[in-house]
């Protein structure tokens, strides 16, 4: 029995693992993959205070470097349900079961699919949700980024590393990036912006060679030749393992009291899951330690 399980290794589930040894709990850190979360996946942070610039991979690296001293525990599982067991909660995985008197849910979110034709058939031939991943792949290329996000912004600067030409095609003509990154895209010269249109199919033999595009105002269709399709359109809370058993809003997104707790008794949350108003690696880490210190409070009580 663990006094504490946190599911999710991403900034939230780290920060929480720090604070929750540091109050010397007995901590099970459990994730699909290794740790680090979709942060590891984060090309540079400029706004992670302390660094003016840093690779999600090296903080996530760091933020592991730094539980090693703890001789914190970890284990890759990809949870499929938890369930309550009188005061305490079960987690499981295929045969296996782990059980704690308290949960953080960190589990994050994961890449939004677009639904259009083509999208799911193209995936690794020309669709992608990763630039860091597959840029090297458009060398000398054009792609197409669709989203008009950070994500989109941030990811279409970093693919001019590689592809010739890189096309922006938002929904609308205002952008929701932050204002900084899309001064430096528009001064990017090998980044066009394509507004007001969304992408209605992807196609090609067998790799992408083109997508259709509808001006939302006026209905006109128009045919782009590309090579990949990077699609950032925003980021899904991954929930639907905890199948209803704790509130959540109509994203999935889990709803918690300002200490974090969940609708249920014992399980806390932090990061990207929750309903939080500002999505950043700062905010999920601060949440991290706030559930951590919540759990405390619970387990003392
Ligand atoms: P986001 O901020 O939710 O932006 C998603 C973009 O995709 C929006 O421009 C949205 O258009 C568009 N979109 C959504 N559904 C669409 C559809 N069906 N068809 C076409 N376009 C669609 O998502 P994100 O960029 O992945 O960022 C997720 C969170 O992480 C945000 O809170 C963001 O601030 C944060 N983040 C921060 C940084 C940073 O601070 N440097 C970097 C990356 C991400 P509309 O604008 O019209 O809704």
Redesign the pocket.
């Given at each position: 029995m663990y006094d504490l399980i946190i599911i999710g290794a991403g900034p939230g589930g780290l920060t929480a693992c720090l604070y929750a040894l540091r109050s010397r709990l007995n901590v099970l850190l459990i994730d699909k993959a290794l740790p680090g979360g979709y942060l590891a996946q984060i090309l540079e942070?400029?706004?992670y205070p302390g660094f003016e610039v840093i690779s999600g991979f090296e903080l996530a690296e760091q933020m592991v470097k730094q539980l090693e001293k703890y001789n914190y525990q970890f284990k890759q599982l990809d949870v499929e349900k938890i369930e309550k067991n009188n005061r305490s909660w079960d987690v499981i995985s295929g045969q296996q079961r782990v059980t704690a008197k308290a949960l953080i849910i960190a589990t994050g979110s994961s890449p939004?699919k677009?639904?259009v034709e083509g999208e799911q058939e193209f995936i690794g031939k020309g669709v992608s949700y990763c630039g860091v991943c597959d840029a090297p792949f458009f060398r000398n290329k054009e792609v197409v980024v669709?989203?008009?996000?950070?994500?989109?912004l941030?990811e279409a600067i970093y693919l001019t590393k590689f592809a010739n030409k890189v096309t922006i095609v938002?929904?609308?003509q205002g952008?929701?990036a932050?204002k900084i990154l899309e001064d430096r895209a528009r001064e990017n010269e090998k980044i066009k912006f394509i507004l007001n249109a969304?992408c209605t199919k992807i196609s090609g033999a067998k790799t992408v060679e083109q997508i259709n595009i509808e001006d939302v105002n006026t209905g006109n269709q128009e045919i782009i030749k590309t090579q990949g399709v990077f699609i950032?359109?925003?980021?899904d809370p991954q929930t639907k393992f905890l199948n209803g058993l704790l509130e959540t809003d109509k994203a999935g997104n889990i709803i918690s009291d300002k200490n974090l707790a969940a609708s249920e008794q014992g399980v806390f949350v932090c990061g990207d899951c929750t309903d939080i108003a500002?999505?950043?690696v700062i905010t999920a880490c601060g949440q991290g330690a706030i559930a951590a210190h919540s759990v405390n409070k619970y387990l003392e009580s």
């Open positions: 942070l400029e706004n939004r677009l639904g669709i989203g008009g996000g950070n994500t989109a941030e938002h929904r609308r952008l929701r932050e969304v950032f359109v925003g980021m500002l999505r950043q």
